[in-house]
């Protein structure tokens, strides 16, 4: 309730006082709105007290260089005297008797004086944070900060991002404004993704191959993983790699930012990039390892050897002197287990220490290495699949399969990051497949993300303790450029900063997204994504049995002008008020505006309007139940318009299709037509044969006509349309069938493989 009354009080003020808007994300803990303006200009000093105190004066001075490169202020830091004391100046004050833990902080702004205080010098650069936040956009001689009372503080300790540099190597300078722009949004953690099967990016000087070798890769995939049977790539090396002077001036780059760096080094599997430097480390060294120019995950793995594990051992050893902070991360997740089921010297390994299984000996292999890594004075994290076969004693568990790891893992005692794929993986689509940039598939748009709550309900009191915090994962095997992963982790990583910041309770999205709209024209150079002024759609039925389509946005603040003649909208168009009824198929062209200006949001979406619409059917052979859990999806007007969504398509798992539409009455039927899928590589194969009949009482079905569905096996993905034409029919009831094609065939890299076929609306006219 505290959150809620200060959510209210700050629209009440942003509504009051236009020119003073509190846009701050995160949003503090207590904020009370007061009257006035201090005036920043070139006579203003940043004042740090006591002056023998030199992590304040670093940080007095980062938040200076903060305000020249975002706002081009020219501010000097100064030490405290009794004049500068009485002046109008920006104070940094350590006050050790606030009781707000080391990153809390009070900030009060009044017309005569900006006054930070915190115990910590964190909680003093996270206070200078917020007076960046307060600034108006943009860069001006004079500017001013509305006034204000903070007192803040965390929710969460750990606060992270996660940036993955294995499967696309990202430049330093990238990497520091990633950090910058954690740090602008309070986040502490910087999860640095450093190898994998696709690429080796950190210079180890006792295995100069890693780099050598093991940074480059020959080529990519072409398109999405899925999209090309069999798989084109592109011809295109791939490399790059952090010499440990860079790393050790991004490390210290972060510390001025307090931001912790974990950097993450994978095992056992996840390791043919290495593999491919020094083939000795796997079970066949034989076989010519080669940097993985797939995406996914590789069934080539390190080998429990003890030449692993000094080389391991190793590697970790120049890592740690590299990385001061308290964790290494070793991975431990997506390990394939059949290198070792097919090594002698792995089953033998087993046999001598009595493990029963694979899962234990990926346990043994975790433990030696967190046994090594506590003997250095370092805590190891890991995905949880490192709780298969026992959790090693003292690791840290990263819960990304669901929640449930992370519960089962703080239960046992053990600490918690929680970022679940659903809601915490930044590289699925936030807006329409069709249109989107490529992306690895599912779909997170902003809101889902800040409706996360971190804390499990399954969770005891007691336990709860062991959720550390939060993590949002940027993956990259779709995002090549710095310009793309900024498009896919802003704003939702944003939102995520939120989550790990703000004191629990009632979270409000319409007030987030009201300060996220005011706060993202101060990202000046970043390419983030403007989804949060989508327009979406959704159909319904009326008591006429008509469609009737509503649009939803998440910018509650625009209005949306539509029209229905294909005509591109303006401010002159249709306004929309309530949901549009439709009376024959129809594209509706729809846009945002604010203010009379356009905000970027549109939406172009055709709706089919025919006799089976909104009509009930029933399956005879049920389908996947979460494609469609209230049988609704094939006659609600919308039809699936590609293959890199499955929102809109039914999918059947090693079935046939057979379902049955009941139109209500005996009328005409001209023509039935549906679209099924063709994803070959993904074992989604178009039926054999589809059989389309007419019943007018539901038990002797005539007029069946029966087609042969004919493709490539090769080529792309695709959307594939089976019509049949009935002429001049009459009927209450279509039936249709389609057979699946059974199992992929030889030559499928999941020959003998049950396959799934997939439809969308089952179009009647």
């Not at 069709?434 to 993300?449: K, N, W």
């Not at 939060?470 to 992963?485: F, K, L």
């Not at 949306?560 to 024959?584: A, D, H, M, Q, V």
């Not at 046939?656 to 009328?667: A, C, K, P, V």
Request: glycine share 8%; hydrophobic share 35%.
């Amino acid at each position: 309730m505290k959150y809620l009354f200060f959510c209210l009080f700050l629209s009440s003020t942003v509504l009051a006082q236009s020119d003073n808007q509190y846009n701050l994300i995160p949003f503090p803990a207590r904020f009370s709105g007061q009257n006035g303006q201090f005036s920043i200009s070139a006579s203003t000093r940043v004042i740090t007290s006591p002056a023998t105190d030199a992590t304040v004066r670093a940080v007095a001075q980062t938040f200076v260089n903060q305000l020249k490169a975002a706002n081009d202020l020219s501010l000097a830091v100064a030490p405290t005297s009794p004049a500068l004391a009485k002046g109008a100046h920006i104070f940094f004050a350590l006050n050790k008797k606030l009781n707000l833990g080391d990153e809390g902080y009070k900030l009060t702004v009044t017309p005569g004086k900006v006054l930070a205080e915190a115990a910590t010098s964190k909680g003093l650069f996270y206070a200078a944070q917020t007076i960046r936040q307060l600034l108006p956009a943009g860069k001006s001689a004079t500017v001013s900060l509305p006034a204000c009372a903070i007192t803040d503080k965390p929710r969460f300790g750990y606060r992270g991002l996660m940036l993955d540099v294995g499967r696309h190597f990202m430049p330093v300078p990238f990497v520091k404004k990633f950090i910058d722009l954690m740090a602008l949004h309070k986040q502490n953690t910087f999860h640095w993704h450093l190898t994998d099967d696709q690429g080796w990016r950190i210079d180890i000087k006792k295995y100069p191959k890693l780099t050598q070798i093991g940074s480059k890769r020959a080529e990519s995939i072409v398109g999405q993983y899925y999209q090309n049977y069999p798989q084109q790539f592109d011809g295109k090396p791939v490399g790059g790699f952090y010499t440990q002077e860079e790393i050790k001036d991004v490390v210290r780059y972060a510390q001025t930012r307090f931001v912790t760096i974990v950097p993450e080094i994978e095992m056992p599997g996840h390791a043919q990039a290495a593999l491919a430097a020094y083939p000795e480390l796997g079970c066949d060294p034989a076989k010519g390892y080669q940097v993985y120019t797939k995406w996914g995950v590789s069934e080539d793995v390190y080998c429990p050897s003890e030449k692993t594990f000094g080389f391991l051992q190793d590697v970790l050893t120049e890592v740690i002197a590299l990385f001061p902070g308290k964790y290494i991360h070793i991975g431990g997740d997506e390990c394939p287990k059949t290198a070792w089921k097919n090594s002698a010297f792995c089953q033998e390994l087993m046999k001598k220490n009595n493990l029963k299984d694979e899962n234990e000996l990926q346990s043994y292999f975790i433990r030696r290495i967190e046994k090594f890594l506590n003997s250095k004075g370092r805590s190891i994290i890991g995905w949880d699949e490192i709780l298969e076969g026992g959790l090693a004693p003292n690791a840290a568990v990263m819960s990304w399969r669901g929640t449930e790891g992370g519960i089962a893992a703080a239960k046992q005692k053990h600490a918690v990051i929680m970022t679940p794929g659903a809601t915490c993986y930044l590289d699925q689509y936030q807006g329409n497949p069709a249109t989107e940039p490529l992306a690895i598939g599912g779909y997170l748009p902003l809101d889902q993300v800040y409706a996360y709550e971190p804390m499990p309900n399954e969770l005891a009191a007691a336990d709860q303790k062991y959720i550390l915090g939060v993590q949002g994962n940027i993956w990259t095997e779709y995002m090549p450029t710095p310009e793309s992963v900024e498009y896919m982790a802003f704003p939702r990583a944003i939102a995520l900063a939120e989550l790990g910041w703000m004191q629990p309770g009632p979270h409000n999205f319409e007030d987030f997204a009201q300060r996220l709209k005011n706060h993202l024209p101060k990202l000046t150079g970043v390419n983030y994504a403007k989804r949060l002024f989508d327009i979406t759609a959704s159909t319904q039925p009326n008591e006429q049995g008509q469609i009737q389509v509503v649009l939803k946005k998440l910018d509650t603040d625009s209005q949306i002008f539509y029209t229905l003649n294909g005509k591109e909208p303006n401010e002159r168009s249709t306004e929309y008020i309530g949901p549009i009824t439709l009376t024959k198929t129809t594209t509706i062209r729809a846009m945002t505006r604010t203010g009379g200006a356009p905000t970027g949001g549109q939406l172009t979406q055709t709706f089919t309007l025919h006799k089976g619409k909104n009509k009930p059917y029933t399956y005879a052979l049920a389908p996947d139940q979460s494609s469609d859990p209230t049988s609704a999806k094939l006659t609600d007007g919308v039809r699936g318009d590609t293959p890199r969504s499955r929102r809109e398509w039914v999918s059947f798992y090693g079935s046939d299709m057979d379902l049955t539409l009941d139109l209500g009455d005996i009328t005409s039927v001209t023509k039935v037509s549906l679209n099924f899928l063709k994803i070959i590589l993904e074992k989604g194969f178009p039926p054999t044969a589809v059989e389309i009949a007419l019943s007018k009482d539901e038990s002797d079905f005539k007029d069946a006509i029966t087609q042969p569905v004919t493709y490539d096996l090769n080529g792309p993905w695709a959307i594939l349309p089976v019509v049949a034409d009935f002429k001049t029919a009459r009927a209450r009831y279509v039936r249709i069938r389609a057979k699946n094609a059974g199992v992929c065939p030889a030559g499928h890299p999941n020959a003998g493989a049950k396959t799934w076929l997939a439809t969308d609306e089952v179009v009647v006219e």
